[in-house]
Structures are given as structure tokens and as C-alpha cells.
């Protein structure tokens, strides 16, 4: 033990505040909201016991559960690999030695600073309106644009291209990955002729796996999580048609719009063991293509 704590003593003090954080702030509140999902309550009553009463009701008769979770779920397939496709294509533009690569960088990741925040979602609102900026330019070389906001067919794909261009964070590390891929072996495939795309599919991809397995499991997360955005452009209702009822959407009005915190609090939990079947299924899956340099067979 006395050589455990020997070792691992810097680690641990560096986790302190994480952890005197995580049980005094944050284990309370997890376990009271797991004590709330068994019960009926609305913060003004005391709690009162139903058991798995608001789990059936979930899977059996709220239909707008199910709305959520079809809305949630086709964002998360949509955004994330276009998020992570568009991340990866510019952090290659900028591996190429640009004198000026710090500033690329920054002006690259601030729209991942501000694609959160609630301004950003405003303007978006703003941007695709009926009579918003990317219609008028679309009316400029004859295109008639589409209500895309108010349309239900089209306005999660608004939150789609948000998603897609608040890709600094993922840019970031997939430019730290190509940094560290040695330049001896795209050398060698040159000298071999090896086309660029044979390149990018041999020597690329294979040795930036980890890399794209540490964000894709990171930006899944994410996806499942986003709130601001949908909220403050459905107007906190999911409209039109419930086509932007996110699942968080949903969790936060029966929190706190009808005040049904033990209903909520089961959806909490729900959107927890959803995130983590998905994170599970994710490492199960990397080990048939994923491999690290430390690896032997």
C-alpha cells in the first residue's frame, strides 16, 4: 500500500478538487435524483412513492418520450460524423506547416467557444428565418428559400449544420493526432507512388484511429447532451411539431415547466443508461479498429 500511494500520490493530489467537488456537490444531488425517479413529486409536496410507476408510464404511454428519443438519436447519427468529418478535413488543411498556424487554430476553435452559448443560438434563429440571411442570399441567384426554422421537415437539419460548424474541439485534437504521425512513412509511400487517398486510407486513418475513437465517443456524449441550442430556437417548446423536442428539451420542461421533478428525474436516469449502453457498445467495438503503437500481437 505504502508503494501504491508512493506512485500514485501526484496523481491523486491533483484530483483532490475533482473529487472533494464530486462527493460534497455532486453525489448528493445524483442520489437524491435517483430517490425522486421512484417518486411523485413536484418540489411544493413531499415526495411520495410510486415505485417503477414513472418508468412505465415512460415506456408505455408518454408518446412524446418517444418523440424525444427519435429526435435525440437521429441528431446524434446526423451531427456527430458530420461534425467529426469536418473537423478532421480542416485540422489536415492546417498539418501543412502554415507560418501562421496559431492564429488558424484559434480563429478555427472559437466557433466551438461560442456555438453554446445563447447569442450563438439566437442568431442562428435569425440566420435560417423565413426572411433570414441565407434566404436572402439564396433570392439573390433566383433560389426560393425554405421557412427552415418553422418547417418540421427541415429545422433539425439548422441544428445539424450548428453542430457541424462548432467543430474547433474535435479540429484540435485530430491536428495533434496528424502531428504525431511520423513523416517518414508518407515519404516511403511516395517514393512507392502511393496515390494521396490510398495514403489517407493506409497510413492516416489506421494510426489516427485512437485519436478518432477518443472523439467520436467524446462528441457522442455531447450530441446526447445538447440543450441551449434546440431550447432557445424551438423556443423552449420543441416546435414546429415537435420536430426539435430533444430529449434534454423535454427533460427540463417537465422539470421545470409542470414541475414533475420525480417524472424528470427518471428521464435523467434514462438519459444516463442511454449514453452509457452507447459508450459501452463504443469500446467494445474499438478493439476490431482501434490499435495503439504500444500494442504487440
Known amino acids: 500500500m505504502k508503494r501504491f500511494f508512493a506512485r500514485n500520490a501526484p496523481a491523486y493530489v491533483f484530483l483532490l478538487p475533482w473529487l472533494v467537488g464530486f462527493f460534497l456537490l455532486a453525489l448528493g444531488p445524483i442520489l437524491a435524483s435517483l430517490y425522486f425517479s421512484f417518486t411523485r413529486y413536484d ?18 404511454r408518454d408518446r412524446r418520450f418517444w418523440k424525444a428519443l427519435d429526435v ?3 441528431y446524434v447519427v446526423l451531427a456527430v460524423p458530420a461534425r467529426l468529418i469536418v473537423a478532421l478535413g ?4 492546417l498539418d501543412h506547416g502554415l507560418r501562421t498556424i496559431g492564429l488558424y487554430r484559434a480563429i ?22 423565413e426572411d433570414g440571411v441565407v434566404n436572402q442570399v439564396l433570392a439573390l441567384v433566383g433560389i426560393q428559400g425554405a421557412a427552415w426554422i418553422t418547417d418540421p421537415d427541415t429545422s433539425l437539419y439548422t441544428l445539424v449544420i450548428l453542430a457541424m460548424w462548432q467543430f474547433g474541439s474535435p479540429m484540435l485534437i485530430f491536428l495533434a493526432g496528424l502531428r504525431g504521425i511520423p513523416r517518414d512513412l508518407y515519404e516511403a509511400a511516395e517514393i512507392d507512388g502511393t496515390p494521396r487517398w490510398r495514403q489517407f486510407t493506409r497510413i492516416t486513418l489506421p494510426l489516427l484511429a485512437p485519436v478518432i475513437f477518443f472523439n467520436l465517443v ?12 434546440a431550447f432557445i430556437i424551438s423556443n423552449g417548446t420543441g416546435a414546429p ?6 430529449y434534454t428539451v423535454y427533460l427540463f420542461n417537465e422539470a421545470f415547466k409542470f414541475f414533475r421533478m420525480g417524472y424528470a428525474s427518471a428521464l435523467a436516469w434514462v438519459l444516463l443508461v442511454i449514453i452509457a449502453v452507447f459508450t459501452a457498445i463504443a469500446f467494445f467495438t474499438s478493439k476490431y479498429w482501434v490499435h495503439y503503437e504500444n500494442e504487440r500481437d
Open 43 to 60: 418540489m411544493v409536496s413531499d415526495p411520495r412513492w410510486i415505485g417503477l410507476g414513472n418508468y412505465e408510464y415512460m415506456f408505455t
Open 72 to 74: 435525440t438519436f437521429t
Open 90 to 93: 480542416v485540422a489536415m488543411l
Open 108 to 129: 478555427f476553435y472559437l466557433p466551438s467557444l461560442l456555438g453554446a452559448s445563447i447569442a450563438i443560438a439566437i442568431l442562428w434563429r435569425q440566420l435560417f428565418a
Open 218 to 229: 467524446l462528441q457522442t456524449i455531447e450530441a446526447f447532451k445538447t440543450f441551449s441550442s
Open 241 to 246: 411539431a415537435d420536430s426539435l423536442l430533444f
